[in-house]
């Protein structure tokens, strides 16, 4: 009888065929690379781009290839947030239960982003609005150019800030008071305020971000990558928590990764003076 192994149930995404962006895999396939594709209109979403989004990104958890995904658009844009009028217009003809069923499907994007393992890296040129901004924000990495806006538009249509949680994961970004002035506004978020507020962790010129998100991206897939999961999970976890449950959830996280080989591997490598190769187990 063959050994049953919990990898069993995984299986490779290098090849995966996406229909509504562009999907791109390093040899290794550990570095996957998604560009939404519509260059013309600044890379909009769609109903069919969210729906396909919100799968793969779910779908990621039972990668056996996957460790990275740098998110970015064509040309000299991030994305323009949802396309006038193949999501804006038909929202405005349909009844309540369809709008909440489109309201619950962007925010079950954002919540599969944040539950994938795999750590995001979005490169943001350009233009960053509404539905893309909270794709950047959803992100773990965020890297931009001098050149970026980013905007929380909804209400310069007449909607309410609060949209696939922006309310609650902009404040922990940038603080309370600078989230309501944009969310209430709508006003574009420069690259200089968001390199300044914490938004971004670095600006690039636009022919250097590329390449800078697959540096990132490429030293986070084969860093300790197990940890970096364990990391993940502890971020978004520790926010509903006390400081007494997030010191003990950590030290229980902590023990786990101990436990690891990429830990033993990190001690030897350091007593031979060597740098270490970390297998992500």
Not at 65 to 87: H, K, L, M, P, Y
Not at 150 to 175: H, K, N, Q, S
Request: proline share 5%; with cysteine.
């Amino acid at each position: 009888m063959a050994e049953l192994s919990m990898n069993d149930h995984k299986r490779p995404f290098k090849d995966y065929p996406a229909r509504h962006f562009k999907w791109e895999c390093s040899d290794d396939g550990r570095v996957a690379t998604i560009t939404l594709n519509r260059p013309d209109k600044k890379n909009p979403l769609t109903f069919d781009s969210y729906a396909e989004l919100r799968n793969l990104f779910r779908d990621l958890t039972y990668a056996s290839d996957v460790r990275t995904v740098v998110i970015q658009g064509a040309g000299n844009n991030f994305c323009s947030g949802g396309d006038v009028f193949e999501i804006i217009e038909p929202l405005t003809k349909m009844s309540m239960p369809e709008l909440l069923e489109f309201t619950r499907m962007t925010g079950d994007l954002v919540k599969a982003m944040r539950r994938a393992p795999q750590q995001i890296v979005a490169a943001i040129d350009g233009i960053c609005a509404g539905a893309g901004a909270m794709l950047a924000l959803a992100a773990d990495f965020r890297i931009g150019t001098p050149e970026t806006k980013t905007a929380y538009l909804f209400t310069r249509v007449g909607l309410a800030g609060a949209d696939m949680g922006a309310c609650g994961l902009l404040p922990r970004m940038i603080g309370q008071g600078r989230a309501t002035e944009l969310l209430m506004t709508g006003r574009a978020m420069s690259a200089d305020e968001g390199l300044a507020w914490g938004f971004f962790s670095a600006l690039h010129p636009s022919a250097d971000l590329p390449a800078q998100a697959q540096k990132i991206a490429r030293n986070l897939a084969d860093g300790p990558w197990f940890a970096h999961t364990v990391t993940k999970t502890m971020i978004n976890q520790e926010w509903a928590m006390g400081i007494e449950e997030m010191i003990e959830s950590e030290a229980q996280a902590q023990a786990i990764c101990m436990m690891t080989g990429d830990f033993r591997r990190a001690f030897e490598a350091f007593a031979s003076k060597q740098k270490p190769k970390f297998e992500g187990n």
